[in-house]
């Protein structure tokens, strides 16, 4: 009975890693100007591909959908979103199956205005890529 279950799990195993993402990413990048977060992604190749989902988070476990975006010829977008604080983003892909794959999470650490200066809010960006699913 042991060996039956490990044989089913090895079978279950592969036949995931066979599955690919119906979606070729060539980029991901998150810029933080004046307050705002821009979430500008692109992909060569778009097969089932239903919608994107940007996710946000505070600690990078607990993620919200903050838009949904439907595919375009393109194959170009760009999204923005308030930041006060630190905070994580990534992109959730849905095929028209329901399936659905994460692109890496992208960390944005707002730098704040010299105080010497009378402006107010955020400027420039510092981010770092925390994983890749």
């Known amino acids: 009975m042991k060996h039956l279950f490990l044989l089913a799990l090895i079978v ?5 890693l066979s599955q690919t993402c119906p979606v070729k990413w060539e980029s ?3 810029n933080i100007s004046d ?9 060569s190749e778009e097969i089932n591909n239903n919608h994107f989902e940007v996710e946000k988070s505070f600690d990078a476990k607990s993620f919200y959908t903050v838009y949904r975006v ?5 194959r170009k977008y760009k999204v923005s979103d308030t930041v006060s604080k630190s905070c994580f983003y990534r992109i959730k892909q849905i095929d028209n199956d329901g399936n659905f794959y ?3 999470i ?3 650490i707002p730098k704040k205005v010299n105080k010497k200066s009378n402006k107010k809010g955020y400027r420039g960006m510092k981010h770092k890529y925390i994983n890749r699913h």
Do not use: L, M, R
């Open 102 to 104: 994460y692109e890496q």
């Open 12 to 16: 279950c195993s592969i036949t995931a």
């Open 28 to 30: 991901f990048d998150v």
């Open 35 to 43: 307050g705002k977060s821009t979430i500008i992604w692109t992909t």
């Open 70 to 74: 439907h595919p375009n010829d393109e």
């Open 106 to 108: 992208v960390e944005n």
